[in-house]
């Protein structure tokens, strides 16, 4: 059974930074996507970031390009969402997901909450 699992939310000011891990339980995500996806209130769910496959590739939401790094451990099972430059609009709750085998986005966590302040 896969299960996926985040840390490392919290409070912050903005110019801050935060670093979120998310842990995949259950199998490997050497040959899998994951991405950080976000969803603040009123608003709905989008793309983060995501590393692909065992050469992490990775790909950035354009609100987020130079501000935030996606790194993966095969080994570790991990992908850590490093966040600098933090604005009050990055203020969500932070979820991490896996694909399965249909190359969807099957597994997901259950979110963390980050909150930046002015």
């Known amino acids: 059974q896969v299960q996926v699992e985040e840390s490392g939310g919290g409070s912050v000011q903005a110019g801050g930074s935060l670093r979120l891990s998310c842990y995949v339980y259950g199998r490997t995500i050497r040959n899998y996507a994951t991405g950080w996806f976000r969803q603040a209130p009123g608003k709905e769910r989008e793309f983060v970031g995501v590393t692909r496959w065992s050469g992490g590739n990775t790909d950035y939401a354009d609100s987020v390009k130079g501000r935030f790094t996606i790194s993966r451990d095969n080994a570790k099972s991990t992908v850590d969402l490093q966040m600098n430059s933090l604005k009050p609009e990055d203020t969500a709750v932070y979820y991490c997901?896996?694909?399965?085998?249909?190359?969807?986005?099957?597994?997901w966590g259950q979110g963390t909450q980050v909150t930046v302040s002015p």
């Open positions: 997901a896996t694909t399965g085998l249909s190359g969807g986005y099957e597994y």
